[in-house]
Nanobody
């Protein structure tokens, strides 16, 4: 089993920044793609960004140019740097990773006030 632990959420004003971190631990063998998803109240969970082992990243269109996903393979971590935050970014953010199966973290709340 692999455990994912997120940190870094909080309350920020519109235009502010937050950095989320996710650390993988446990029975790690070959950590593959890592990603961030989010779920706003009353909405389905949606993809935000993903990064491969080699550093190739893909983003949700609405966060392009504002969010950056970063990965440290030596530390088994993935971060999400979020700049120019908007109220519509308010959600619980979840870390996601693949190592023989998909794993999810428990989530961290991000609230952007207008």
């Amino acid at each position: 089993q692999v455990q994912l632990l997120e940190s870094g959420g909080g309350l920020v004003q519109t235009g502010g920044s937050l950095r989320l971190s996710c650390a993988a631990s446990g029975s790690i063998r070959n950590l593959g793609n890592m990603a961030w998803y989010r779920q706003a109240p009353g909405k389905q969970r949606e993809f935000v960004a993903t990064i491969t082992v080699t550093g190739f990243s893909t983003y949700l269109e609405s966060v392009k140019g504002r969010f950056t996903i970063l990965r440290d393979n030596a530390k088994n971590t993935v971060d999400l740097q979020m700049d120019n935050l908007k109220p519509e970014d308010t959600a619980v953010y979840y870390c996601n990773a693949y190592d023989r199966q998909w794993y999810w973290g428990q989530g961290t709340q991000v609230t952007v006030s207008s």
